[in-house]
């Protein structure tokens, strides 16, 4: 195998195992909530607001992070109601760390992935 055959298998693996690249750096959460009235706003670590969804419109993109994501929902005669969104590292982000020590990954939070899908059940106040 001489040395340009090498170097483009190299960078093919590089480029293959890169979240950046494979994964994206933003990512799109739908959520279930419970009533269909309640209103969500969803912040992150700094308790800077990403957006906000409700029942209705139920579609947040969010920039992808390795910290956690908060939604604090209210609706009329329910308990308000406080759900954290669980940051993890995903695969690609962890196999980047083997190629480049993951460097481009974390830095752009390409390896970290918040779940597809959130559901949120409000309680009834009771009378």
């Known amino acids: 195998m001489n040395l340009k055959t090498l170097l483009i298998i190299t960078l093919f693996l590089?480029?293959?195992n890169c979240a950046s690249i494979t994964q994206g750096t933003n990512q799109?959460?739908?959520f279930s909530i419970d009533p269909i009235e309640a209103k969500c706003s969803i912040v992150n670590k700094d308790n800077a607001t990403v957006g906000t969804v409700s029942g209705k419109s139920?579609?947040?993109q969010v920039s992808k992070g390795a910290g956690d994501l908060?939604?604090?929902c209210t609706a009329d005669n329910h308990e308000p109601?406080?759900?954290r969104i669980v940051?993890?590292?995903?695969?690609?982000?962890v196999i980047g760390i083997a190629i480049d020590l993951g460097i481009t990954d974390m830095i752009t939070g390409a390896m970290w992935k918040y779940p597809d899908h959130v559901a949120i059940v409000m309680e009834k106040k009771k009378k």
């Not at 940051?87 to 982000?93: D, L, V």
């Open 70 to 72: 908060i939604a604090s």
């Open 81 to 83: 109601s406080t759900t």
């Open 28 to 30: 799109v959460i739908s």
């Open 58 to 60: 139920n579609l947040l």
């Open 87 to 93: 940051s993890t590292a995903q695969t690609a982000g």
């Open 14 to 16: 590089v480029l293959a």
